[in-house]
Each structure stands twice: as C-alpha cells, then as structure tokens.
C-alpha cells in the first residue's frame, strides 16, 4: 500500500471510530445516568449501620467520576467564534500549507452557494479545522482537512505515524467506555441489573433492609429530564 492510500484508509478509520465514540458516549451517559438514578432510589434503604452515610456519599462521587464521559464530551464541543488574529506559534511548514488550503476549501465567506445542510457542515468542519490549528492538534488538523479532500502535499512517514497514533488513543478511549459500568448497564437484562446492583452495593460495603429494595427499585422508570440533565445525587446531599 502507498504512503497516500495508507493516509487515506487511516484517515477513514478515524474518522469512523470518533462517530462511534461520539454514539457510544451518549449512551454510556444515558446508562450511567440511569444507573445513578436506580442507586440513588436505593439509597433510602440502606442499612445505616453498615458503613456511615459520609462514606457511602465518598464511595458514591467516586464512582460517578469513574467513566469520564463529561472530559470525553468536552473534547468535541467547538467554540462559535474563532478569532484569527491570534499570533501562530512555531508550526512545521506543511502544517501551516494544510491549514491555509483547508480552510479555503470551506471558508463561510465561499459558501454563499452551497446548500444550507451543506453549508452548515463545512462551517462545522472550518471551525474544526481552524480550533485544531489554534490548539496545535495536528491530527485533529490533518482529519478536518482530510473531510474536504485535502491532504498534506508530501505524506512521509512522520505523518503516517502521526495519524497511528491518534487512531490507536482513539480506539484506546472506545474500549474504556466499552469496558465501563454505564455500557454494561445498557446492554443487562432485568435480572442481570439486579445482580449487578447487588454486587455493585456490595462492592461499596453497603447492605440493604431488604434484600427484595433491587427488584422493588427496578420495576420503577427513572425520573424523566431534559436532555444533558444530571437526576438528583441523594447520596452526595447527605454528605
């Protein structure tokens, strides 16, 4: 395989691992959400006398920062307004030729043709491209560009291995979030949740008045919230 075809394959594999990751995030979320929900239902019942309220609320916070998904979310948010006149730092020349072409190819003053839909996607892309060049993320620079057919003039092995190595945290961070609690959740049937709960709680040191609190828990529906809204953490009020 050529160096081109090489970039080219590796960029498409990035490009389609960070949609996973950006699905899968969002459902981890959801599920982990949900699994606090069912916790924090659990809560009322805890026997007071197996471990004090304070440390079932420690034990509690950090378990909710276990996943990671807010620092994940963060890396994909990009700012609205991007001002350009900030001075460059030191860059490789043919970082500062693949940013210039980039984003010429989808600059907002040059959509004025272009289909709404159409339009808004390169705008998005232009703000990728340009806050991964203000942030010196150059593999992140490399894929905006990528998205509308550009690529580096001579593509070398210093770049190949640039776009490895990204691919390779990328696919790092997919099997985090596969191997958490909240995507294990999702994927539990109702009789697996209640195991799961049981040795979760057991694991933090907590017994239950009732060994029949899960199912009774379980058979309840979570709080509906709005879209991003965290359910309320009984355990962290008590602390």
């Not at 949609?19 to 599920?31: F, G, I, N, Q, Y």
């Not at 694991?203 to 709080?223: C, F, M, N, Q, Y």
């Amino acid at each position: 395989m050529t160096q081109r075809l090489q970039y080219s394959s590796l960029s498409s594999e990035i490009i389609a691992v960070k949609l996973k990751l950006e699905s899968l995030t969002r459902v981890v979320k959801d599920a982990d959400d949900d699994l606090r929900w069912y916790i924090n239902e659990l809560s009322k019942s805890f026997d007071k006398n197996t471990v004090s309220y304070q440390e079932i609320g420690k034990r509690a916070q950090a378990f909710n920062k276990s996943i990671g998904v807010d620092a994940l979310e963060s890396k994909n948010t990009l700012p609205e307004k991007i001002d350009l006149d900030t001075p460059e730092k030191a860059k490789p020349t043919w970082v500062k030729e693949l940013y210039r072409t980039g984003v010429r190819c989808c600059h907002p003053d040059r959509l004025v043709s272009h289909d709404i839909e159409v339009k808004k996607d390169l705008i998005e892309i232009y703000n990728e491209i340009v806050c991964a060049y203000k942030e010196n993320d150059t593999p992140t620079l490399m894929i905006g560009c990528f998205k509308v057919h550009v690529k580096p003039k001579d593509i070398d092995d210093e770049k190949i291995q640039i776009l490895k190595s990204e691919l390779s945290r990328l696919k790092s961070e997919l099997s985090t979030l596969i191997n958490s609690d909240g995507y294990k959740w999702s994927n539990l049937s109702k009789e697996d949740r209640h195991i799961f709960i049981k040795n979760y709680l057991r694991h933090l040191g907590v017994r239950l008045k009732s060994a029949d609190e899960i199912k009774e828990v379980l058979r309840r529906k979570p709080t509906k919230r709005n879209h991003n809204q965290r359910p309320v953490n009984r355990l962290k009020n008590r602390v």
